[in-house]
């Protein structure tokens, strides 16, 4: 046989090889590998597909049904809506769940894998089709579980978590949510406990929005205090329910004025939380939102995040001035003197406009006289100013907007790490903390900082 009839017959097994291979020998094998994978997976559904869910356990049976807003809500024992975080994570544990070993021969030993009378039994309704999965004792491992599926009615060793499926209730399925707003959706906030009463609104100026105080004062109210407020009422959570009926109705009777109670603006239309504690040695507290509604046990700890006092809920910073409206700024201590003025974007100094100043340091300097806030409130009458260090004052702010009105801000003695102060955004003495007093840069010290700057540039 010639050397070219030769290497014309290979090439033609060869291609035979590789045609077999490519058309037979590799779907196969891509057909194993994704049945394998699939009979991995403990459930087959998609959790997208997913409609239904029936959890039973020796705390009894729940049902719950995906409406057409794709929210959970429970059908049974009673009609309520449901807590998607809890059902989100069930959810996205089957779905995840993998199988590692499969016990075919041991299907009929049912109790030494705790699945004669499973912990857990869960039905899952996907369109038209289900599964039920049963739920047994922990594996080897403390994050697996022995399960079986209603399909095959294999024991298989799973890495579902315990954690997950476990100790499941009724309560652990329903909302326990007191109170749902969209926190930027709020118009007004009226705080009310006894003997006191504050009313906030939402204000917006050029884009920006703020929270003032209304009453007891017409004041700037402080922005974090309030914005955490708003947080603790949107996860203000029950720990029990008490739904409408006869326990319902004798509870509300036990109710009298509210200890704290929250009312909020939204488009147009209130939402009221009404918080009542009747006997404070009982250890219980329940809140109140509508009556069809169940009273919601909560912790009575989360009474003591709504009673705050004036000074908690209005702006704390003593200067009482805007960065964007400042224009002037006077500063005032014991070995220096000097004055910057608001110039084009950047702070010069008055006589020498024209002078490198180091610009970072400046700026944080600024920010933290306009941003000094009070963190105690000295009674008052209690002494005259000359006793605080205040008259005169050993550091003295003096800040000008730009309609030419005085904002002034000083600062007396310290005493261990707080200095009295006073000023114009709050009425009264303060303590504010000592450290702005050694954070204040005399005027020497900012040309020569900014010379060394410019020297070592240069």
Not at 250 to 256: C, D, E, I, S
Not at 312 to 336: C, F, H, N, P, Y
């Amino acid at each position: 046989m010639s050397r070219g009839l030769s290497t014309m017959l290979m090439a033609v097994i060869l291609g035979g090889l590789g045609a077999y291979l490519y058309f037979f020998e590799l779907p196969a094998e891509r057909a194993k590998e994704q049945q394998e994978t699939t009979q991995a997976r403990l459930l087959l559904f998609d959790e997208a597909t997913i409609t239904g869910l029936a959890i039973r356990s020796s705390s009894g049976e729940v049902s719950l049904e995906l409406d057409q807003d794709r929210r959970w809500h429970i059908t049974a024992p009673i009609h309520a809506e449901a807590n998607a975080q809890e059902v989100g994570a069930l959810l996205r544990a089957l779905v995840l769940g993998r199988i590692s070993r499969t016990f075919e021969e041991e299907s009929n030993k049912l109790a030494s894998f705790g699945l004669e009378e499973p912990s857990i039994v869960v039905k899952v309704i996907a369109s038209s089709e289900e599964e039920t999965i049963s739920l047994g004792d922990s594996g080897p491992l403390s994050s697996t579980l022995y399960a079986k599926r209603g399909s095959d009615n294999k024991v298989l060793l799973t890495n579902l978590a315990p954690k997950d499926f476990l100790n499941k209730t009724l309560t652990s399925f329903r909302d326990n949510n007191v109170l749902s707003f969209d926190q930027a959706q709020v118009e007004r906030f009226r705080l009310t406990y006894q003997p006191n009463e504050f009313v906030l609104y939402r204000t917006t100026h050029e884009g920006k929005t703020t929270w003032r105080i209304r009453s007891p004062v017409e004041a700037p109210a402080d922005q974090i205090e309030i914005k955490g407020l708003l947080v603790r009422l949107q996860d203000l959570n029950a720990i029990g329910f008490i739904d409408p009926g006869p326990r319902h109705d004798r509870l509300t009777k036990t109710f009298g004025t509210p200890n704290i109670q929250v009312t909020l603006r939204i488009s147009g239309s209130d939402k009221v939380l009404k918080l009542f504690q009747p006997d404070p040695s009982s250890g219980e507290a329940f809140a109140v939102t509508q009556p069809d509604k169940p009273i919601y046990r909560i912790s009575p700890l989360s009474l003591k995040d709504f009673t705050k006092d004036l000074f908690s809920l209005r702006d704390k910073r003593l200067l009482g001035l805007e960065l964007e409206d400042m224009a002037i700024l006077d500063v005032r201590t014991g070995e220096s003197h000097y004055e910057l003025v608001h110039q084009n974007t950047q702070w010069v100094l008055e006589d020498q406009p024209q002078a490198a100043l180091n610009r970072e340091e400046l700026d944080l300097f600024i920010s933290r006289v306009i941003n000094l806030p009070a963190e105690l409130s000295v009674p008052e009458g209690t002494s005259p100013l000359a006793a605080y260090g205040l008259d005169p004052p050993n550091v003295e702010f003096t800040a000008r907007d730009r309609k030419g009105n005085r904002h002034r801000l000083a600062l007396g003695k310290r005493v261990g790490g707080l200095v009295y102060a006073t000023g114009e955004g709050l009425s009264g003495v303060y303590q504010a903390r000592s450290d702005i007093l050694d954070q204040i840069p005399a005027r020497a010290d900012l040309l020569k900082k900014s010379a060394k700057k410019d020297g070592a540039t240069s």
